[in-house]
């Protein structure tokens, strides 16, 4: 499955934006969805997942919950990830990404992923 990350931009604290993440070759629904962040000089990290063909149940870092809200369209074939109140941590290059298999917060067992989309967040 390939995916096109897309979305990202330069925004103030406080302001949103909403990330896409459309695949092709392969419907989502046969994938847990994820989307992860890497900000300069960090690693990689998990951000959400949009769990099971449905995306019925979905998962959250600490650091976005409540804040972040990610949901699928099995029928457009595309993952969101709605960020809200951001804040300049939230700085990061976002990637989008689908597993196959058991559920997965751990990025390195994802089997495919997007080229990333930026997000720069100022104060």
């Known amino acids: 499955v390939q995916l096109q990350a897309s979305g990202g931009g330069l925004v103030q604290a406080g302001d949103s934006l909403r990330l896409s993440c459309a695949a092709s070759?392969?419907?989502?629904?046969?994938?847990?969805m994820g989307w992860f962040r890497q900000a300069p000089g960090k690693e990689r990290e998990f951000v959400a997942a949009s769990i099971g063909w449905s995306g019925g149940s979905t998962a959250y870092a600490a650091s976005v919950k409540g804040r972040f809200t990610i949901s699928r369209d099995n029928a457009r074939n595309t993952v969101y990830l709605q960020m809200n109140s951001l804040k300049p941590e939230d700085t990061a290059v976002y990637y989008c990404a689908a597993k196959s298999g058991s559920y997965s917060t751990t990025g390195s067992l994802y089997n495919y992923w997007g080229q990333g989309t930026q997000v720069t967040v100022s104060s």
């Open positions: 070759g392969r419907t989502i629904s046969s994938y847990h």
